[in-house]
């Protein structure tokens, strides 16, 4: 009787150990969204972010842009819960490869850089949501942009939407209309689809995004579009070939809003939002930016957070992804199996 008292009492005690850290991690996975969730769990993760994305920027700076494409990207799909990380495998078509992403979105391999080195200090601890969403701010602060405060605890997902890839991403070709309402659809007013498309002041252009553009716009200046062309031949030759979306493409300013104003935006769906027609919502919004910068960086910054905060898993939902590019399995199930062991040698005893 003693002997299995003692058993009794040494996995009551295994039990209850290992129940309170699942405790712990139900409570830290659990919640709205806090700037300081990592403070304790991994307080270096935001330096450890921060130092890569400089240092990939300082490498190539259209990196910045391409991260903060990324983020976008994963954002209006589902909301910001990393599905967009997620590689097709024999079983699973991701979003990588729709229309909207396949040879657009860059920079997988800088998250994973910065996820190798999370991993290694704080392992399980820290998303790749949230590494994509702190990315993007710090891609925007590397190339002269505002900061703003980004909420941590999201979670990543365990599945992809490649069919709302298709649907729920701007593509270059639309009109007005359109893109004010895909805005709204995702809970974005007129201003902050200027303002946020002002992202476009850093980053290239493939000729192949806006080639109709050079054929068919009337709403273009015409030296501008006769530059476009040298590097991109209407016969399509250059389809690959890259443009500045703005002509301080390395630089976060306001200058994307004077090339529109100017009748000077790469795409189409740039153009659309400076017509010249002055009670235009839209276009009184382009003027307001290129008169000043500083609105532009507060409107930025504060669309940004609102953006980072669409639809995230939070508490149990969704996992914390080892490898960004690829899903776990169920989270926690080695707890539970012990929790429901341990139950079960009880009642049998």
Sequence with gaps: MASFLSSSRSKFSSFMLEFSLFLV???AASGQLTP????????NVLSTIQSVVQSAVNNESRMGASLLRLHFHDCFVNGCDGSILLNDTANFTGEQTALPNVNSVRGFDIIDAIKSQVESSCAGVVSCAD???????????????????????????TTANRSAANTNLPAPSMNLSNLTQLFLDHGFNAQELVVLSGAHTIGVAKCSTFQTRLAQ??????????????????????????VPLDKTSTTFDNVYFNDLLTQQGVLHSDQELFSGNAT??????????????????T??????????????LTGT?????????????????????????FITTVFDM
């Design 25 to 27: 991690l139900i409570g």
């Design 36 to 43: 300081n969730f990592y403070s304790s769990s991994c307080p």
């Design 131 to 157: 590494i994509l969403a702190v990315a993007a701010r710090d891609s925007v602060v590397a190339l002269g942009g505002p900061s703003w405060t980004v909420l941590l605890g999201r979670r990543d997902s």
């Design 217 to 242: 716009d009337t709403n273009i200046n015409s030296t501008f579009a006769a530059s476009l062309r040298a590097t991109c031949p209407s016969d399509g030759s250059g389809a690959n070939n890259t």
């Design 299 to 312: 409107d930025f910054a504060n669309a940004m957070q609102k953006m980072g905060n669409m639809s995230v």
């Design 280 to 297: 235009g919502i839209t276009d009184t919004q382009v003027s307001s930016y290129n008169s000043n910068s500083s609105t532009f960086f």
């Design 317 to 341: 939902s969704g996992e914390i992804r080892t490898s960004c590019s690829r899903i776990n399995g169920a989270s926690f199930n080695s707890i539970e199996s012990k929790i429901i062991d």
